[in-house]
C-alpha cells in the first residue's frame, strides 16, 4: 500500500473504513503488476509465521503495559516505565512465567522472519526501496531480539535489570574508549535518527505497507490506521528524549546522564506540563500495542 492509500481516511472522515478498503485495493493490484503476489510475505517457513505473529502480539503487550506504567509515573510516581518493567510486570502475575515463555518464543520466531526479510526480502521492490525496507526489517529484527533476550534474562534470573542502568553501563565503557565522548556522541545521533524515522514512519503512513488490509473488517481499518499514526509519532517523542540523554552524557563525558526509555520518560514527567505531555506519550505506547495486536492478525503473509 502505498502512503497516499495509507492516509486515504483523513480525505472522507465520514467512511474512513471504506475509503481506505478502497485505496488499499487499489494499492495491491498497483503491486501486482510490479510482480509482487497477492499475499506474499517474507517468512521462511508456516511455523515461523504463527510463531511470529504470537510473538508480534507479545511486543504489543508489553508497550501497552509501558503506557500503562507511564501514566502510573505520571499520575503517583513510582513504576519502571521500559521493557524490563512491563516484562516483570507480567512475570508478577499469575500464570506470568508461562506468559513470559510463549511472548520470548514468538519474539524469536519474528526476530527470524525480520532477519529473512532483511537477508533475501522485498524482492518485488528493488533499488533504494527494497534497500530501505531490508534495513528496516533488520532493525526491527534486533529490537524484538533485544526484548527476547530481556525476557530469557528474567525467566533465568528473576530480574530484567533496568534499561537506564544498563545504559549506563554501557555508556561508562564507551566513554573509558580512546574517542570514547565521540562515540557516545555518534550513539546519540543514531538514537536521533531512529527517531526521526519512526515519526516520519508514521506522519507518512507507510507501516500499512506491512500490512494485508482485507484481512480486518472494514470499520476496523480507520482506527488501525490512527493507531499506527498515533502510535509511531508519539513514540518518537520518547525516543528522542533518550537521544538527548545520550548527548548530554557525550557533551558532559559523565555517563550518570545517559538513560534508557525509563529515563527518557521520567525526565519528561520533570519538564512544564510534565505529566500531561507524559500522560500523551503514555497514549502513543497504548496505541503502539493495540497496532501491533491488528498486525499480529494481518500483517502480510
Known sequence: ?????????????????????????????????????????????????????VGLAGYG????????????????????????????????????????????????????WQIAAAATGFRWASGWDRLQRRIAAGATAAGVLFLALIGVQLLATGSSGSSSSGSQQTTAGLLALPGGRLIVGVVALVVLVVAGSTAWTGIRGSFGEDLAWSRLPDRLR?????????????????????????GVAAVRSDPGQAGGLDAAL????????????????????????????????ARRI
Open 1 to 53: 500500500m502505498s502512503s497516499s492509500a495509507a492516509r486515504e481516511p483523513s480525505r472522507s472522515p465520514s467512511s474512513p473504513g471504506d475509503a481506505l478498503g478502497e485505496a488499499v485495493e487499489g494499492a495491491r493490484t498497483q503491486l501486482s503488476g510490479v510482480g509482487r503476489q497477492d499475499g506474499e510475505g517474507e517468512a521462511p517457513h508456516r511455523a515461523i509465521e504463527v510463531l511470529g505473529r
Open 266 to 297: 521520567k525526565t519528561l514527567a520533570g519538564q512544564p506540563f510534565g505529566p500531561w505531555l507524559l500522560v500523551l506519550v503514555a497514549l502513543g505506547f497504548v496505541a503502539y500495542g493495540l497496532y501491533c495486536g491488528a498486525e499480529a492478525w
Open 222 to 246: 480507520g482506527p488501525v490506521h490512527w493507531l499506527g499514526i498515533a502510535g509511531h509519532v508519539l513514540r518518537a517523542v520518547a525516543f528522542a528524549v533518550m537521544a538527548v540523554l545520550f
Open 61 to 112: 503487550l508489553v508497550h501497552l503495559l509501558i503506557g500503562a506504567i507511564a501514566v502510573q509515573i505520571a499520575v503517583r510516581g513510582g513504576g519502571q516505565a521500559d521493557q524490563q518493567g512491563a516484562l516483570s510486570t507480567l512475570a508478577a502475575e499469575p500464570f506470568g512465567f508461562a506468559l513470559i515463555v510463549v511472548i520470548v518464543i514468538g519474539l524469536v520466531a519474528f526476530g527470524i
